[in-house]
């Protein structure tokens, strides 16, 4: 399925929304030097599952430090990744 996994805003400031395909996949976030920042299934989506069977996320990032940040999604069929910059 041809972009179900999306991440706004981007650029985030306070947070960022991440959504995935219910119940399918992970998804781990690393920072510009590959140190896993947080990791999480799709699954732990707090919101209802939307009519195209997707689910959102959403992340605090005010904590973040700024720069540059890779999301990556990943499933037993693909893996997709995201760039998004932190301001």
Known sequence: E????????NPAKEA?????P??????VIT?????VVKSLSC???TSTPLSDNT???SLTTNNWPSGIYFIKYQNDRE???I???KN
């Open 31 to 35: 920072d510009v030097m590959g140190k």
């Open 43 to 45: 699954k732990d989506a």
């Open 83 to 85: 760039k998004v910059i």
């Open 55 to 57: 689910s959102t996320l």
């Open 16 to 20: 960022i929304n991440i959504t995935c």
């Open 79 to 81: 893996t997709e990744t």
């Open 22 to 27: 219910s119940e399918k996949g992970t998804i």
């Open 2 to 9: 041809e972009g179900v996994f999306k991440v706004y805003p």
